[in-house]
C-alpha cells in the first residue's frame, strides 16, 4: 500500500478535529495560515463526532422522555 504525504495530513487533521482539537493549534501545526482554510479542508470529515455526540444525547434524553411521557 502506498501513502502519498497529503494523505498522512488527512489521516493527522480529521482525527484530531474528530476528537476536538483546537482549530488553532491544528491550523499552526500543518502550516495553515488562516485556521477556516484548516476548517474548510477537514471538518468535512467530522461525521463521525457529530453522529457520537448526537446518540450520546439521545441516550440522554431517553429517560426523560419515559419519564414524562403519560
Known amino acids: 500500500m502506498v501513502v502519498r504525504a ?3 495530513r488527512h ?3 480529521s482525527p484530531a478535529i ?3 482539537v483546537d482549530v488553532y493549534a491544528l491550523s499552526d501545526l500543518l502550516g495553515h495560515e488562516d485556521p477556516a482554510f484548516t476548517l474548510r479542508r477537514y471538518v ?3 461525521t463521525e463526532r457529530s453522529r ?3 446518540g450520546r ?3 440522554d434524553i431517553e429517560p426523560l422522555h419515559s ?3 403519560v
Open 6 to 8: 497529503g494523505q498522512t
Open 11 to 13: 489521516l493527522f487533521a
Open 18 to 20: 474528530n476528537e476536538g
Open 44 to 46: 468535512h470529515r467530522a
Open 52 to 54: 457520537r455526540h448526537a
Open 57 to 59: 444525547a439521545a441516550s
Open 67 to 69: 419519564f414524562f411521557s
